[in-house]
């Protein structure tokens, strides 16, 4: 039983196969529904209308333009709502018979979920008037926004990107942030984690600057960042 969605048809577009994890992705309440009926109907009609004259142009030249290839395209599920697949196009041959040919295909649909969360993100980010800093658990920087250029007095990201938050603080401070960072992966105990306080800061020039800080622990595939 394969885990991905899978979908076969023969050389006319007929379903011939529809596994369950099809039936899910596709949102049918059972296999019947579509076994035998033409492909097309799991197509939006813009694609749909085309499917037919995809297939017989492939049986006379035999030039592949999706087959063995992973391609992003639009699919229909049962309710008529349209959402993003990839999908790879397998044919399956044997003497004297008609082609079948095979689909595996991926739901896309958290991974554009995703995109659009992030794009979110990343113009909150940008055109927020406060620093924000994300380091991961070795305190090595990991993002900026222009705010945090403005502030330390830094001319380009790549100044601060890969390196340790240390150096933006204050060499008594910074001697021991390491430890901190391992205790708290070690414990678990937050003492700066999820609090607001007022701290030192060192800019670039070396000059000390009193900040108020608040750090928050958010999980990214799975590693937590700060």
């Not at 006319?12 to 076994?35: L, P």
């Not at 309710?79 to 018979?97: N, Q, S, Y």
């Not at 991974?111 to 055109?127: G, H, P, S």
């Given at each position: 039983?394969?885990?991905?969605?899978?979908?076969?048809?023969?050389?006319?577009?007929?379903?011939?196969?529809?596994?369950?994890?099809a039936c899910d992705a596709f949102r049918?309440?059972?296999?019947?529904?579509?076994?035998?009926?033409?492909?097309?109907?799991?197509?939006?009609?813009?694609?749909?209308?085309?499917?037919?004259?995809?297939?017989?142009?492939?049986?006379?030249?035999?030039?592949?333009?999706?087959?063995?290839?992973?391609?992003?395209?639009?699919?229909?599920?049962?309710?008529?709502?349209?959402?993003?697949?990839?999908?790879?196009?397998?044919?399956?041959?044997?003497?004297?018979r008609e082609s079948t040919y095979l689909?595996?295909?991926?739901?896309?649909?958290?991974?554009?979920?995703?995109?659009?969360?992030?794009?979110?993100?990343?113009?909150?980010?940008?055109?927020?008037?406060?620093?924000?800093?994300?380091?991961?658990?070795?305190?090595?920087?990991?993002?900026?926004?222009?705010?945090?250029?403005?502030?330390?007095?830094?001319?380009?990201?790549?100044?601060?990107?890969?390196?340790?938050?240390?150096?933006?603080?204050?060499?008594?401070?910074?001697?021991?942030?390491?430890?901190?960072?391992s205790e708290y992966v070690r414990t678990?105990?937050?003492?700066?984690?999820?609090?607001?306080?007022?701290?030192?800061?060192?800019?670039?020039?070396?000059?000390?600057?009193?900040?108020?800080?608040?750090?928050?622990?958010?999980?990214?595939?799975?590693?937590?960042?700060?």
């Amino acid at each position: 039983l394969s885990p991905s969605p899978l979908v076969a048809i023969d050389d006319r577009g007929t379903i011939i196969k529809f596994n369950k994890a099809a039936c899910d992705a596709f949102r049918y309440e059972n296999i019947e529904t579509v076994m035998g009926r033409n492909v097309k109907m799991l197509m939006p009609e813009g694609v749909a209308k085309n499917h037919d004259g995809y297939l017989i142009s492939y049986k006379k030249t035999k030039q592949k333009t999706i087959i063995d290839t992973t391609n992003r395209v639009q699919a229909k599920r049962a309710d008529g709502t349209v959402f993003p697949v990839e999908i790879m196009v397998k044919e399956i041959t044997k003497l004297g018979r008609e082609s079948t040919y095979l689909s595996y295909l991926r739901d896309l649909t958290l991974d554009e979920e995703m995109e659009t969360a992030t794009k979110v993100v990343d113009t909150i980010c940008e055109l927020s008037a406060a620093c924000i800093i994300i380091i991961d658990l070795r305190g090595t920087i990991k993002r900026i926004n222009p705010a945090v250029l403005k502030l330390f007095r830094y001319s380009t990201d790549e100044e601060l990107l890969g390196k340790n938050i240390k150096m933006l603080t204050p060499p008594h401070i910074a001697k021991n942030h390491d430890s901190y960072l391992s205790e708290y992966v070690r414990t678990g105990v937050k003492t700066i984690v999820n609090s607001r306080r007022q701290v030192p800061a060192m800019l670039k020039d070396g000059e000390i600057l009193q900040v108020t800080i608040s750090v928050e622990e958010v999980q990214v595939e799975g590693e937590a960042m700060y």
